[in-house]
Every structure is written in C-alpha cells, then in structure tokens.
C-alpha cells in the first residue's frame, strides 16, 4: 500500500497548492468537449451562463460573478479557455473557428441545449464568433470590453492602442519569454497598464503570474491574439470575416470600462449595426479593461438586471 503524503517513507512532500483550481464558493471539474479537456468552475442550478476570461487571466477573473449569478438561480460555469490554465494546452486550435466549437462543446457538456455567454476580452471575441458560427446554442450575450470581430482592426486612437498591444505580440517565441520572465513581471505590468487607478493589487496581480508560468500558457494565449494578425492574408482569416458579416440574432449587453485604453463607446456605437435584437450599451466610468474585476458589483448588478428583463 502506498504511503500517505507526508507519511514515513513518502517522498513526495506536502500538496502544492494549485494555482488554478482555488478555493471558493465554487466546484471544480473537467469536461471533454471539441477534441480537448476544459477545465471548470461552476456554481448554482438553473439557466446556464458560460463565462470567458480574456487575456492574461483565466476563469478566476469571473470569481466576483459566480457565486452571485448562483444565488440569483443561475448555473454560473467559468470555464479556462484552451490553452490557458487547467484546460488542454494543445499545439493547435487558437482560431476563432474551434473557439466557437469549443463553447459550443462545453455546454453541450454541460448537458444544456442553449446557454448564455459573458465574455470578456479575448473571450468576449469568442463569444461574438460563436453567437454566429454556432448561434443555436447561444441564447444570450454579453461582452465586457469585447469589440465585435469586424471592426477588430479597425482605426479610432483607442483602437490604435489595442492594435498595438496586438502587434506587440506578433515576435515568434521573445513575448512568451517576456511572460515568464522574472516570475512573470510582465503580465503584472499588462495588467496594470490597461486598467483603471487602484487595480490590481498584488495578490490579484500574483495570481494570474502564477496561471501564466504554467508552460506553455504563455504561447497558446498569444497563439489566439496572433491569429488576429496573420489570418488578415489568409483564406481563413477572410472566411471568417465574412461569416461575421451575418447579425447576431439574440439580445447583446455590451460593457465597457470609462477609462479602457482599449475599447471605446464608439466602438460599442458600431457594433450596434450587426444586431437584429435587442442591444444595450452601458459605459462603466472609473473601470479600465478589466471592469469585471475593477468595479464587480456594478458589473454584476447590470448582468442580473439585463438576465431577468424578460
């Protein structure tokens, strides 16, 4: 019989905390879907509300909403994006085509016909894509700091500041070593750099260097921000663009930080046009890009506003 850890004879030392599955209000679980394993946080019973993280982050970016969506009769699931912290790290798959079907696959999962999306940032964008490239299983959406994908690079000076932030990650293999770099001072630098005043602090800021220096994290969360540059000369690139030319055909909430560098109320304006429902735009002043984790209750308070309107 094996020895307990930490008993005589056991060598393995005490359980390292993992710095993904944490401790809260919430389960963990994995499920397959779409070719790979997706790592899960989830809460409550009821209507399904699948949220996505956006880049450096991973499912603990939605830890204010969870338990809240869950009290208010939900079934909160925050899933890990492929690539990113306990989800499958696969050498390919980073494109908004499998993101589509990996959504699709982790609610039909979840064993629901049908589930809200609240997506954030890179999330956000693959929550656009599947409200098109898979829309019967979309039933709602919602995007925080999220342009629609066709004007993803398009010009505006706060656009300009996100293409750029884009750009910047084009380098094969320097942005990954700049990741991982001195305990992954950068993502802390990233952070800070597009939120509002007083956001992150440091625990905060801890936690998603810990999630990024889980090799090769850093490479497959760039690979999907890299797709966005090089499919513009691809056939790909351009099928998607003109799949993403068809209406999103169910009610949109569009959040946006006051002070987001990268996303603006015009953006939110534009997106206006690729709707054939209802759609709501709501400016989130003193927020930066991350207006989920910088002002959670607001943000909460306007998702359940926007779930329970009818």
Aim: with cysteine; proline share 8%.
């Amino acid at each position: 019989m094996a020895a307990a850890p930490g008993a005589p004879g056991d060598h393995r030392g005490p359980a390292v905390p993992s710095p993904i599955e944490v401790a809260g209000p919430w389960r963990h679980r994995t499920v397959a879907a779409n070719g790979a394993r997706f790592h899960l946080a989830e809460a409550g019973t009821g209507p399904l509300v699948l949220l996505l993280h956006g880049f450096p982050e991973f499912w603990w970016a939605w830890r204010h909403q969870l338990p809240a969506l869950a009290d208010a009769g939900f079934h909160a699931v925050a899933m890990d994006l492929r690539g990113y912290g306990g989800s499958d790290m696969t050498p390919r798959g980073y494109d908004p085509f499998t993101l589509a079907a990996d959504v699709a696959g982790v609610v039909r999962a979840l064993g629901e016909p049908r589930a809200t999306l609240v997506g954030h940032g890179i999330g956000g964008f693959g929550a656009w894509s599947t409200a098109v490239l898979q829309a019967p299983f979309v039933e709602r959406l919602a995007v925080v700091s999220a342009r629609h994908p066709r004007h993803a690079r398009s010009g505006g000076s706060r656009r300009l500041v996100g293409l750029t932030a884009t750009l910047e990650f084009q380098l094969p293999r320097l942005p990954e070593r700049r990741l991982i770099a001195d305990d992954g001072a950068w993502v802390g630098e990233l952070l800070d750099r597009w939120s509002g005043p007083g956001w992150p602090d440091v625990d905060t800021s801890v936690r998603y260097k810990e999630a990024m220096l889980i090799w090769p994290a850093p490479h497959c969360a760039l690979e999907y921000l890299r797709w966005l540059v090089r499919s513009s000369i691809r056939t790909d690139g351009r099928r998607f663009a003109a799949r993403m030319r068809e209406p999103v055909r169910v009610p949109v909430l569009n959040l946006y930080g006051g002070l987001d560098r990268l996303v603006s109320g015009s953006d939110a304006r534009e997106d206006r046009q690729y709707m054939q429902a209802p759609y709501r735009s709501v400016e989130l002043p003193g927020a930066g890009h991350f207006p989920h984790e910088e002002a959670p209750e607001r943000v909460t308070q306007e998702l359940l506003d926007w779930l329970t309107d009818g």
